[in-house]
């Protein structure tokens, strides 16, 4: 075996490790940019109520202009974001040229070119209507585009990626389950929610509300009230708790909710609590707890 080939097997053995070591996503993603021979390795989330949800890096750009920062950048200018369309679907510099084709790139363009990551590679991990989870390399003008090897080898790593990808979302469901096994038997409605304001468990009185008319709504994986007014206050109670790391930030949000003709002043009392955060989670563990208590 020789020296490229170890260091592809430990950056596969990192990423399926990552889920169960403090810092091991970051030191996979950095294992990658070494076995692909890239400057920066990215893993990036975007969706849920906080939008920008993770953003590791192996290498942080030089980036006088803060580009990183500016959310404008994940728009349809970013030819990055734009030929992603599929889960596991490589994606490089042939389809990149191919989208600022058909679009007007430039702001991107210039982004890129004051940060020198001109070229790369990329591969969602996971997508949907509501966001995605992916993993990129970012390479620099002097690295040059991805060859055949670079792209094989970051496709097989993306394999392992996913598949520890999985893991993190079992061990958050799995989490979350235990942490309401003690509600069992006190007829509490309670739902726990991950970092991406996604569903991560429920007891079974609070898996009924979903039949109230003025209660709950599953959208996919994403809970929403069925008040639209409400709904829009409810996000924005959940990208502000998310924010928090249930510490120094806000930790509580109560409301009424559930208003109708029958009842003007709401059904419920909701009650949202940030949990602590996980030191070396991914965000698939629970981080808000929400409580509705009849009025």
């Known amino acids: 075996m020789g020296a490229s080939d170890e260091l592809l097997r430990e950056a596969e053995l990192a990423f399926l490790n990552a889920p169960f070591r403090d810092g091991g996503w970051q030191e996979a993603i950095a294992l990658l940019a070494v076995a692909t021979g890239s400057r920066t390795a990215q893993l990036l989330g975007i969706g849920g109520p906080l939008q920008l949800s993770l953003n590791i890096l192996s290498d942080t ?14 728009g349809p200018a970013n030819w990055r974001i734009g030929v992603t369309d599929r889960p596991m679907q490589l994606r490089h510099e042939r389809h990149y040229a191919a989208y600022r084709g058909a679009q007007d790139t430039s702001y991107y363009d210039d982004a890129c070119s004051d940060l020198d990551i001109p070229f790369g590679c990329q591969m969602p991990l996971l997508l949907d209507s509501d966001g995605l989870l992916g993993m990129a390399l970012l390479r620099s003008s002097r690295e040059g585009p991805c060859d055949a090897v670079v792209l094989e080898r970051f496709s097989r790593l993306a394999r392992s990626a996913q598949r520890a990808v999985r893991v993190e979302l079992a061990l958050g469901q799995e989490m979350a389950e235990t942490m309401l096994s003690g509600l069992g038997g006190r007829n509490e409605a309670t739902i726990l929610l991950d970092r991406y304001g996604q569903l991560a468990a429920l007891t079974e009185s609070a898996e009924r509300l979903f039949d109230h008319p003025a209660g709950l709504v599953l959208d996919g994986q994403r809970l929403r009230l069925a008040n639209r007014h409400e709904d829009r206050h409810l996000g924005n109670a ?58």
Not at 61 to 72: E, I, K, Y
């Open 61 to 74: 750009p030089t980036d006088p202009h803060r580009h990183l920062g500016n959310p404008l950048l994940h």
């Open 238 to 295: 959940l990208a502000r708790l998310l924010a928090s790391d249930g510490v120094n930030g806000p930790m509580l949000h109560q409301c009424r909710i559930g208003r109708s003709a029958e009842a003007p002043r709401g059904h419920w009392r909701l009650v949202i609590v940030r949990l602590p955060a996980v030191a070396h989670g991914f965000g698939f563990e629970p981080q808000l707890a929400l409580t509705l208590l009849p009025l």
